[in-house]
């Protein structure tokens, strides 16, 4: 027999990794785990323990404490006598903490491997090649970021108690990617681990311990759903990061809305694996294999829309069924497993339920023949060709070894396909033209695009949603901003409760005072003057009482026009940042033009110091802004494989705005400007005590080649336009400047699909002061981080 004979006709055998010392942990422990809170372990207040399984044999490893308010409020109350000591050190000393959990993950890293296979049932090459390494990278990488604090950071400070819930599909992974910046940054910790896999969280409480982390700096709280929601409702945790599906993160902006929170969500996918004819299509089926068939699928970034080229497909339809009928699936602890379990019945029973939805729905389903376990919760590898773009399973998370295949013809419609779902997790592009690639990975929506490669993930390069992903970046220097906030804004005095203002009745109406209309303004949508749909517009007085004029009260129908006017110039985000300077700068040339007539008028209502600083300083503010649109870039990260990893700042997209009242011009440009500069397009509501500024600006947009679209200004009552805007799907973030009540209903009614909110917490910004009102903290909320992966080399 050959050589190439015996390669054809030579089996796996088994290679099973040795379960022994995993084992002897959990009987250590008894098999039943408590919750570890202050350092130590605590019993449930209600004696309940609930059982977690291997899934691969669907027998019961450990039970495990289920957690209730009670408990989860003795655990926020540890993180929060923890904090003040924890923010006080030294950061060098946090430094050493976060260093020595490094260590010690690396020290215990074939346990947590093995133990982490267990208890989820990905084969254990994964869990030991790349979830734990990544784990031990992403405290190394964050103990770097404890020491730089100070310098890089030095007008932040901590969230303070920060409650986590995490998903479990990368348990431990999920994890580090929560603990690690939390604690970087002085944060404290509660941790909720998903009810399917706590136990690496739990062995990860024991290391804590071992580096000796002062007592209820990270608490773990096992259980289920309910225990993840006492936590969102806990009066005394400051922020929520939450990773898991898009269902829960809509519950959580419900349950936080009316509250100071902050959150950052991780969320689903359905991400798009673009080939074109060109690419190595040899390598795109391994990236496939990387893409989809990682982890059974269950990765929220898992490429599991295939577009290919039309005059491709065949072939590689034909490259792919090969490669599936070479993937081994079976018991995970087997070293040469590809394909382990999935991790609970009733995931198994929701992927078989929406292939079998798929097929219904004219897709043609192929699986390689394999025989599957006998017992367990196995799930084959499976190819739905024919997939109509509209279908279930192109536009829903299956979660499940499941790849969705499409054509397409030209790059164009790929980018249509691509942009085609509500989500924007992540996507790859295959070509080897690298033009062509990163001509397309701009357009593509998405937080990551790999070009030419598959799932990397690196501590240096955040990660993180567009659009109904989510939002918020986990990793980098992005992902620190999530549990660090401006120093001054917590110590920024509240604004009083306005009563919301309305159509006034006629009744209301002082007929006596009226004397000849100076002034009447109009919308501005599309770059023209429009009178609104209603018909009525609202009286604007002075100071004094006088009646200064009239402008329109705006409706959802005025909304929807601007809205669609802003989408259609979102080419203004295309253009250059020089492009974009150029423009803001001639507003700030043409306000200055204008000085002395816009202050005559404002002083009406704000008195004339007022309206001096207002439009002097408005001019600066948009010189900063001018001056910031081609300097706040993004980076080049260099992540610890052959490749390079470009952070783009990209614009959100399309942003309502509802602007202070009381600072009409100076608070208008300090919030509109920014976000210009960053390529958004904006819809504004303008100060409801003097909209008649909308005259002024539109003249100013009109004569400073700003395109026609890209800032419309809709007069009104917030308390009847924020609905609309907050409602909106078309509107990708919303930025509201508000009282308590506002804010609180800007997060409310904008749940829906889940825009990014920027708010000022219900406090007082004060708008004639630069250090506060200017300058980075309004750029970073202007723009998300999309990262680009390149491989370089042969
Ligand atoms: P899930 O979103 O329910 O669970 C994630 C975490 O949230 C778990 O720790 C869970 O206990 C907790 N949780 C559940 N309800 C909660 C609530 N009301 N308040 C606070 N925390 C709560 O995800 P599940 O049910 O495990 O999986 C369902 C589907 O979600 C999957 O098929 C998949 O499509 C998607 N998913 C997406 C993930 C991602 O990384 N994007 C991760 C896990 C699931």
Known sequence: MSIAEKFVSMEYGPAPEDPKEAAAWLDRHKRRFDFFINGEWKSPAAGVYFDTLDPSTGEKLASVAQGTAADVDLAVNAARAAFPSWRALSPHVRARYLYALARLVQKHSRLLAVLETMDNGKPIRESRDIDIPLVARHFYYHAG????????????????????????????LMLAWKIAPALATGNTVVLKPAEFTPLTALLFAELCHEANLPAGVVNIVTGDGSTGEALVKHPNVDKIAFTGSTEVGRAIRSATASSPKRISLELGGKSPFIIFEDA??????????????????????????????????????????DRMSTLRVGAPLDKAIDIGAIVARVQLD???????????????????????PSRGFYFPP?????????????????????????????????????????YGLASCVWSENINVALHVAAQIKAGVVWVNCTNLFDAACGFGGYRESGYGREGGREGLLEYLQPKWLMQAPKLPSAPPKSTPQNDDIDSTSTPAIDRTVKLYIGGKQARPDSGYSMEVRASDGRLLGEAPLGNRKDIRNAVEAARKAESWGN?????????????????????????????????EQQATSEVDLGIERIFTYAAWADKFDGAVHNPPFRNISIAMNEPIGTVAVICPADAPLLGFLSLVMPLLAMGNTVVAVPSEN??????DLYQLFDTSDLPSGAVNIVTGYVSQLLKTLAEHDDIDAIWCYGDDATVASAKAMSIGNLKQVWTNDGRVIDWFNPAVAEGRWFLEHATQVKNIWVPYGE
């Open 382 to 422: 499976t190819l739905l060709s024919n997939v109509h773009p509209t279908s279930i399973v192109a536009q829903q998370e299956i979660f499940g070894p499941v790849l969705a295949a499409m054509t397409f013809r030209t790059p164009r419609e790929a980018v249509e396909l691509a942009n085609n779902t509500v």
């Open 575 to 607: 253009t250059t940042a020089h492009n974009r300077a150029q423009v803001l700068y001639y507003c700030a040339e043409n306000l200055g033009l204008r000085r002395n007539e816009i202050i005559s008028r404002l002083s009406a209502v704000t008195g």
């Open 145 to 172: 970021w404890a020491q730089l604090l100070p310098q890089e950071f030095p007008d932040h400070e901590p969230c303070g108690v920060v409650g986590q819930i995490i998903p479990w599909n990368f348990p431990l």
């Open 280 to 321: 190595d299509l040899d390598s795109a089926v391994e990236g496939l294999v990387d893409g989809i068939w990682f982890n059974q699928g269950q990765v929220c970034c898992a490429g599991s829309r295939l577009l290919m080229q039309e005059s491709i497909a065949e072939p590689l339809i034909a490259k792919i069924r």
């Open 350 to 372: 929701r992927i078989q339920r929406m292939v079998a939805q798929g097929v219904a729905e004219g897709a043609t389903c192929w699986q390689p023949e394999l025989a599957l």
């Open 690 to 695: 003097y909209p008649l500024i909308t005259g």
